[in-house]
């Protein structure tokens, strides 16, 4: 009995078994095909996250750069999406938009598609293909930060290393500044361009009607070297033992300078018509004994404007004689003769090439006039003419100095000075209108701006010409590289401007390489920074005055040029020290000392 029991068991498991494994042979193509639709989409579930963080991070990257270029914009978006996505077979559609939105920030719109492989490939199981496409958009917007009402003073390295691109760019970061700075109110710039000097636009013109170059320095001379830099910056110093033999040879230095440089500006190089025009012609022998050359050429020989230049009040009609019939010496030129020598011999050696200079300088008078604008009295800014020749001309007696501009022979008339001191203003084409405001109004609130003192500021830049875009445009460098020199010559620039809140920011791409031991002298012993910094410095010309800001931008990589960078991080303080080894990097150093925080970027997704 219980053996029947037991085969009649063991038939029934064995038959219901069968069936099992019929049914599960039955299912089993469907239940591999769900766990394999299972699985590619939860990897295309996961691709998708991941392209969504990739497109989201890099287009907050790319915002935060605020950079508009498409292109760039696209490299960038598409080495987020390879570093998020490597086993991504391509990306497609890669592309990010920008514009301004009705809330005025900058919106960029970023998307992509990526083809991502299946695990099982099509025709097996899956209703997927070989490769899928996910895509994902998202945008963010760019607020635009407050920026600071101030004074804003770019002394910038024109040396020649800065030639090429590295120049091109920065000009383009100065006008986008400045043209976007000018829109706010009390805001105000100025360009110190720098070398050994500065470099100036005269008021007037040249002998043929051109612009008048200058070059401009701040310094006080010691007693013994307060010449007439005017006058010995056109009429060159010799040391000969004879009063007469120097008198000889600068005006026969002046002769040369008209007949190989303004006369042949002419239509026709006409050496007679310039004779006329600019020189005496002497009666007695031209030699060394009488102290005469044939000719003594004045930049006006008529005291008139005749030759349209203010040249003649530096010569007040004389070279080297005070009165050209009975050949009295100058004074001026007989009793500075020695003095301007030693400076031209100064300002040409190597560890100079300034007139300005340790051994010409006094340093504790420089410093106390040092914040009085150029234009008051008793100012330490010394400007004078520079000859329209070339940079290494004997014509140029202070040759080493402000060699940014080359002056040619046959463009006296049309002379154009590229590279100029800008004055404190704004880019008057770039200011906001003004708002009407009803004269009738009594409510109008203390907040408002008061349309007199906006008025006035904007005739202000009226009257110094404003910025033009053409002004940034037309700098160009040459010479070498003295950043106290730039820094000295922005202190009287900025001493002008009205703002609560200064700011000085030096930029440059190398070391000095001349006059390294009065900058030395003037930052260790008379503590220059700390005045120039000091809101109490500006009292008497700018009393509104709170905050005074000095930066200084290395164009080059972190650790370069450290004992240069040491000495101005002691001057502005560590955290006011910029390294920008790709010049792209200086406009957002620039944006960020310019405003109160940085960039707001929000995300929507």
């Known amino acids: 009995m219980f053996n029947s029991i037991k085969y009649l068991l063991i038939r029934f498991t064995l038959a219901r078994g069968g069936s099992v494994v019929i049914i599960f042979a039955l299912l089993l193509p469907f239940m591999l095909a769900i766990l394999a639709l299972y699985f590619d989409s939860m990897q295309l579930i996961g691709r998708k996250a991941r392209l969504a963080d990739a497109i989201n991070e890099g287009i907050i990257t790319i915002a935060n750069r605020g950079e508009t270029n498409e292109d760039k914009n696209k490299a960038l978006l598409t080495i987020y999406l390879e570093g998020y996505l490597p086993q991504a077979k391509e990306f497609k559609n890669v592309s990010v938009k920008t514009y301004t939105s009705s809330n005025g920030c900058m919106t960029y719109d970023g998307q992509a598609t990526a083809s991502v492989a299946t695990i ?3 025709g097996a199981l899956a209703s997927f293909d070989d490769v899928e496409d996910v895509s994902y958009k998202s945008d963010a917007c760019r607020k635009k930060a407050k920026l600071i009402n101030g004074d804003y003073v770019f002394v910038t390295d024109m040396s020649a290393s800065m030639r090429g691109k590295k120049l091109k760019r920065l000009k383009e970061i100065l006008k986008e500044l400045v043209n976007e700075g000018s829109k706010t109110p009390n805001t105000r710039f100025a360009i110190v361009p720098y070398g050994n000097g500065v470099p100036t636009k005269l008021a007037g013109k040249n002998e043929r009607g051109g612009e008048l170059y200058g070059c401009s320095v701040v310094f006080v001379p010691k007693s013994k070297y307060q010449i007439n830099y005017q006058y010995w910056s056109l009429v060159k110093a010799n040391n000969y033992s004879k009063l007469e033999k120097n008198a000889h040879f600068a005006d026969r230095y002046r002769y040369y300078y008209y007949k190989h440089y303004v006369s042949p500006s002419l239509n026709k190089n006409d050496l007679e018509d310039t004779r006329e025009s600019y020189c005496y012609t002497n009666k007695n022998k031209a030699n060394y004994a009488s ?12 005291g008139n404007d005749n030759a349209q230049t203010p040249l003649a009040m530096i010569f007040d009609g004389i070279t080297a004689y005070q009165n050209l019939t009975n050949k009295t010496i100058n004074p001026l030129f007989k009793n500075e003769l020695k003095t301007a020598y ?28 040092l914040f009085i604008p150029e234009g008051e009295s008793n100012h330490a800014v010394v400007t004078f003419p520079m000859a329209w020749t070339s940079t290494a001309s004997y014509y140029r007696p202070f040759r080493k100095m402000c060699r940014m501009i080359k002056g040619k022979r046959k463009t006296f008339a049309n002379a154009k000075i590229h590279t100029h001191l800008i004055e404190l203003s704004s880019n008057l084409n770039a200011m906001e209108p003004d708002d009407p405001i009803d004269d009738d109004d009594e409510d109008i609130d203390d907040e408002e701006i008061d349309q007199d003192e906006k008025d006035e500021d904007k005739q202000d830049d009226e009257d110094m010409g404003g910025i033009e875009d053409s002004d940034i445009d037309d700098l160009s460098a040459g010479g070498l590289t003295e950043s106290m020199s730039g820094f000295m010559r922005a202190v009287p620039v900025i001493t002008k401007g009205k ?33 120039v910094k000091d809101p109490n410095s500006y009292k008497l010309y700018s009393p509104n005055t709170k905050k005074v800001n000095i930066y200084f931008i290395m164009l080059a990589s972190k650790g370069a040029h450290k004992k240069h960078v040491k000495r101005w991080a002691e001057c502005t303080g560590q955290n006011n020290i910029f390294y920008s080894p790709n010049i792209e990097d200086l406009k957002d150093i620039l944006f960020n000392i310019m405003t109160d925080n940085e960039q707001e970027v929000i995300e929507f997704n």
Request: aromatic share 10%; proline share 1%.
């Open 342 to 369: 030693e400076v031209r011999r100064l300002a040409a050696k190597g560890r100079y090439r300034n007139i300005a200079n340790d051994s010409t300088i006094d340093y504790q008078a420089t410093i106390n006039r």
């Open 291 to 302: 102290g005469n050359y044939e000719y003594s050429c004045l930049s006006d020989k008529y």
């Open 120 to 122: 099982v490939p099509s």
């Open 499 to 531: 703002s609560e809140n200064k700011a000085i920011i030096l930029i440059s791409d190398g070391g000095d390489n001349s006059n390294i031991k009065m900058r030395d002298v003037f930052m260790d012993k008379y503590q220059i920074c700390d005045k």
